[in-house]
């Protein structure tokens, strides 16, 4: 289609091609008005075939060209050109950036230090939020897309107003819009609508890849891959990658778009903090480790910690509507607890009562009996029935004698005590 030396527009000399998509060339040329390098991208003149192209190829070059950013490619100049086919191609004139695509980069290199892949994400999510301020979705981040100087090893994000409008060629194409489906936001893919946020997705995939030196999805077709965006989780990065770069992936590639950052300028600094900072919290808490009264807002005073909830009342913060509050079990008497000390104080005094009756009782011939009451005379009438053959065989008075211990040693149930009404043997 071009070719060196070939002359566009009467201005721009074409030297050498430096990239071939799959909706044009890109070269670099010569302004031979004011001698200076610039980048030309002259689109396939089938596009400019289809109805509307050309017209929202022009309207796309002139939104792009009143952006002015150090991290967006500028651009100088649009036209179109007869080809000697007898075609008609349209041309951007852009910057001239001297340095290499991070495609070319991760090509050569394969995956990046992560000191060295967060601040090229940086500077393309400054890049984009310029251009979201100024109402242009950029639909195509992509690391063939992002270009590194030489000189500082700044990103510059090129390629705004083609990509914006070469949608039409949607993912059936071959070549760069392959590329392009490796990167896509999920609701892109589905065709729910392009947001800001869609942007935001394309650059966390091109952090990953810059990250592991490979996509995070991989298809035999577009098709195949761009559904890989919207149902398959994000494969886990390496155990070296420092938690707060992992976290920052992670919150990008979010499929829900409102999950994402709130602003590209919010992911900007987010790249930055992310060698350093700690991991990112999850936005929703994990209902199963709640712990009970969470989520209660204090009304005010310091914060204090989340006790056990007292079973007398409702909840703290919690409105009661009208149901029984359980009785505390300090509310009143206890009614089985009273009813059984007075059993058992009932069964105290009963048992006294017959224990005394046992103890002042008569034997079973009558013989202990002492009506008069006087200790004495029954110390002498037991003496006298009892007394020992030697000092030595001597035992207290209670003792009982040989003919009342036969067979009743035991001390069981046989045995009769004394004072007790027992049986004769």
Request: glycine fraction near 12%; charged fraction near 20%.
């Amino acid at each position: 289609m071009l070719s060196p030396e070939m002359l566009l527009g009467q201005r721009y000399r074409l030297h050498e091609r430096i990239a071939v998509g799959g909706m044009g060339e890109v070269w670099r040329a010569e302004d031979t008005v004011l001698e200076r390098k610039v980048a030309v991208k002259a689109l396939l003149p089938a596009l400019l075939s289809e109805p509307g192209f050309a017209k929202r190829f022009a309207a796309e070059a002139k939104t792009v060209a009143a952006l002015s950013h150090p991290h967006i490619v500028g651009v100088h100049d649009y036209g179109e050109a007869p080809l000697p086919s007898g075609d008609t191609t349209a041309y951007l004139v852009m910057e001239y950036i001297e340095g290499r695509s991070l495609a070319d980069l991760l090509s050569e290199r394969g995956a990046l230090p992560a000191a060295e892949t967060m601040p090229i994400i940086a500077s393309v999510a400054e890049a984009l939020q310029h251009a979201h301020d100024h109402g242009v979705i950029h639909r195509d981040i992509k690391p063939g897309n992002i270009l590194v100087r030489s000189r500082d090893g700044q990103a510059v994000l090129t390629d705004f107003g083609i990509a914006r409008s070469g949608a039409a060629g949607d993912l059936t194409a071959t070549g760069a819009v392959m590329g392009t489906a490796s990167y896509i936001a999920p609701e892109q893919a589905e065709g729910t609508g392009v947001l800001p946020a869609s942007d935001m997705y394309s650059l966390g995939v091109v952090a990953f890849h810059g990250l592991t030196g490979r996509r995070p999805f991989d298809a035999e077709n577009p098709i195949e891959l761009a559904l890989h965006h919207v149902r398959t989780p994000m494969p886990p990065l390496p155990n070296d990658i420092p938690p707060g770069v992992r976290a920052f992936v992670e919150r990008a590639m979010t499929k829900d778009p409102a999950q994402r950052f709130a602003t590209c300028a919010d992911m900007a600094g987010a790249a930055r903090a992310a060698l350093t900072a700690p991991p990112m919290t999850s936005v929703m808490p994990n209902l199963a480790s709640t712990p009970p009264g969470a989520g209660v807002v204090g009304m005010g005073g310091p914060p204090a910690g989340v006790a056990e909830q007292s079973p007398a009342g409702p909840p703290y913060g919690e409105i009661n509507m009208g149901a029984p509050v359980p009785a505390s079990p300090s509310a009143g008497p206890n009614k089985a607890l009273l009813g059984a000390i007075v059993g058992i104080v009932a069964l105290v005094l009963v048992g006294g009562i017959v224990w005394l009756l046992l103890l002042n009782g008569n034997g079973g011939d009558g013989s202990g009996d002492n009506p008069t009451g006087d200790p004495a005379d029954n110390e002498t009438s037991e003496t006298t029935e009892s007394e020992p053959e030697s000092p030595e065989d001597t035992e207290p008075d209670d003792s009982p004698s040989d003919e009342e211990t036969d067979d009743r040693t035991g001390g069981g149930f046989d045995s009769c005590l004394p004072g007790a009404i027992c049986d004769d043997q």
